[in-house]
Protein backbone atom coordinates (compact mmCIF):
# COMPACT_ATOMS: atom_id res chain seq x y z
CA UNK A 1 0.00 0.00 0.00
CA UNK A 2 2.96 2.41 0.84
CA UNK A 3 4.39 1.61 -2.41
CA UNK A 4 1.25 1.76 -4.57
CA UNK A 5 0.87 5.64 -2.27
CA UNK A 6 4.35 6.74 -3.24
CA UNK A 7 4.08 6.09 -7.18
CA UNK A 8 0.71 7.94 -7.16
CA UNK A 9 2.73 10.67 -5.65
CA UNK A 10 4.94 10.62 -8.10
CA UNK A 11 2.80 10.72 -10.68
CA UNK A 12 0.61 13.41 -9.45
CA UNK A 13 3.86 15.38 -9.08
CA UNK A 14 4.08 14.77 -13.06
CA UNK A 15 1.04 16.03 -14.25
CA UNK A 16 1.47 19.14 -11.70
CA UNK A 17 5.03 19.65 -13.25
CA UNK A 18 3.72 19.04 -17.12
CA UNK A 19 0.85 21.49 -16.53
CA UNK A 20 3.09 24.35 -14.97
CA UNK A 21 5.36 23.75 -18.04
CA UNK A 22 2.28 23.93 -20.54
CA UNK A 23 1.48 26.87 -18.69
CA UNK A 24 4.82 28.56 -18.82
CA UNK A 25 5.77 27.57 -22.54
CA UNK A 26 2.17 28.94 -23.30
CA UNK A 27 1.58 32.11 -21.47
CA UNK A 28 5.26 33.79 -21.03
CA UNK A 29 6.51 31.73 -24.57
CA UNK A 30 9.23 30.38 -22.18
CA UNK A 31 10.09 26.82 -23.66
CA UNK A 32 13.12 26.85 -22.32
CA UNK A 33 12.17 27.80 -18.72
CA UNK A 34 9.23 25.19 -19.43
CA UNK A 35 11.94 21.81 -20.25
CA UNK A 36 13.66 22.98 -17.04
CA UNK A 37 10.50 22.64 -15.35
CA UNK A 38 10.13 19.32 -16.83
CA UNK A 39 13.89 18.15 -16.01
CA UNK A 40 13.54 19.40 -12.22
CA UNK A 41 10.17 16.96 -11.72
CA UNK A 42 12.52 14.24 -13.05
CA UNK A 43 14.90 14.27 -10.78
CA UNK A 44 12.24 14.45 -8.07
CA UNK A 45 10.95 10.77 -9.55
CA UNK A 46 14.04 9.15 -8.78
CA UNK A 47 16.23 8.40 -5.82
CA UNK A 48 19.01 9.74 -8.21
CA UNK A 49 20.31 13.44 -8.33
CA UNK A 50 18.52 14.75 -11.64
CA UNK A 51 21.08 16.74 -13.22
CA UNK A 52 23.61 13.55 -13.08
CA UNK A 53 20.64 11.26 -14.63
CA UNK A 54 20.10 13.35 -17.63
CA UNK A 55 23.46 13.83 -18.01
CA UNK A 56 24.05 10.29 -19.08
CA UNK A 57 24.02 8.66 -22.39
CA UNK A 58 20.73 7.49 -23.62
CA UNK A 59 21.84 3.69 -22.87
CA UNK A 60 23.19 4.55 -19.01
CA UNK A 61 19.98 6.72 -18.05
CA UNK A 62 18.25 3.44 -18.90
CA UNK A 63 20.33 0.87 -16.95
CA UNK A 64 20.55 3.35 -14.17
CA UNK A 65 16.65 3.67 -13.72
CA UNK A 66 17.26 0.06 -13.63
CA UNK A 67 19.42 -1.08 -11.43
CA UNK A 68 18.19 1.73 -9.17
CA UNK A 69 14.73 0.10 -9.30
CA UNK A 70 12.64 2.92 -10.86
CA UNK A 71 8.98 1.37 -10.92
CA UNK A 72 8.22 0.81 -14.51
CA UNK A 73 4.98 3.11 -14.10
CA UNK A 74 6.91 5.91 -13.21
CA UNK A 75 9.56 4.81 -15.92
CA UNK A 76 7.11 5.50 -18.26
CA UNK A 77 6.07 8.72 -17.28
CA UNK A 78 9.53 9.86 -17.44
CA UNK A 79 9.86 8.77 -20.97
CA UNK A 80 6.98 10.92 -22.07
CA UNK A 81 8.19 13.93 -19.92
CA UNK A 82 11.59 13.47 -22.12
CA UNK A 83 9.52 13.47 -25.35
CA UNK A 84 7.84 16.55 -23.85
CA UNK A 85 11.06 18.20 -23.00
CA UNK A 86 12.71 17.64 -26.22
CA UNK A 87 9.82 19.66 -28.14
CA UNK A 88 10.11 22.40 -25.86
CA UNK A 89 14.27 22.69 -26.29
CA UNK A 90 13.45 22.02 -30.14
CA UNK A 91 11.68 24.81 -29.94
CA UNK A 92 13.68 27.10 -27.93
CA UNK A 93 16.67 26.03 -30.17
CA UNK A 94 18.47 23.47 -27.99
CA UNK A 95 18.38 21.25 -30.43
CA UNK A 96 21.49 19.23 -29.42
CA UNK A 97 19.95 18.78 -26.16
CA UNK A 98 16.67 17.88 -27.35
CA UNK A 99 17.97 15.05 -29.57
CA UNK A 100 19.53 13.68 -26.20
CA UNK A 101 16.34 14.07 -24.49
CA UNK A 102 14.73 11.89 -27.34
CA UNK A 103 17.21 9.32 -27.35
CA UNK A 104 17.27 9.01 -23.30
CA UNK A 105 13.20 8.32 -23.17
CA UNK A 106 13.20 5.80 -26.09
CA UNK A 107 16.40 3.96 -24.22
CA UNK A 108 13.63 4.30 -21.58
CA UNK A 109 11.25 2.55 -23.12
CA UNK A 110 12.94 -0.36 -24.77
CA UNK A 111 14.37 -1.29 -21.43
CA UNK A 112 11.39 -1.22 -19.47
CA UNK A 113 9.16 -2.64 -22.43
CA UNK A 114 6.80 0.05 -23.46
CA UNK A 115 6.15 1.58 -26.80
CA UNK A 116 6.78 5.52 -27.42
CA UNK A 117 5.89 6.65 -30.81
CA UNK A 118 7.90 10.89 -31.63
CA UNK A 119 4.71 11.62 -33.81
CA UNK A 120 2.07 9.69 -31.35
CA UNK A 121 3.38 10.36 -27.92
CA UNK A 122 3.71 14.58 -28.56
CA UNK A 123 0.73 15.68 -27.20
CA UNK A 124 -1.33 18.45 -27.17
CA UNK A 125 -2.22 20.34 -23.64
CA UNK A 126 -6.11 18.92 -24.00
CA UNK A 127 -3.92 15.40 -25.16
CA UNK A 128 -2.20 15.61 -21.86
CA UNK A 129 -5.45 16.48 -19.83
CA UNK A 130 -6.98 13.27 -21.23
CA UNK A 131 -3.88 11.08 -20.39
CA UNK A 132 -4.09 12.33 -16.94
CA UNK A 133 -7.50 11.98 -16.69
CA UNK A 134 -7.76 8.75 -14.94
CA UNK A 135 -4.57 9.34 -12.11
CA UNK A 136 -6.65 9.59 -9.03
CA UNK A 137 -6.37 12.82 -7.33
CA UNK A 138 -6.56 14.58 -11.18
CA UNK A 139 -9.68 14.42 -12.00
CA UNK A 140 -11.65 15.61 -9.16
CA UNK A 141 -8.89 19.23 -9.31
CA UNK A 142 -6.46 17.96 -6.44
CA UNK A 143 -3.02 18.91 -6.86
CA UNK A 144 0.07 17.02 -5.25
Known sequence: MFEQDYIMRIILQFAEAIRRSMQKAAGEEDKAGAAELLEASIGEATDIDGSV????????IAGV???SGTDPQVSEYIA??????????DEAGFAQKAELRRGQAFAIAEAF???LDPELDILSEEEWEEFF???PGEADGQQA
Open 53 to 60: LLSLAPES
Open 65 to 67: MQI
Open 80 to 89: RTLLLEAQYL
Open 113 to 115: AFG
Open 133 to 135: SGV
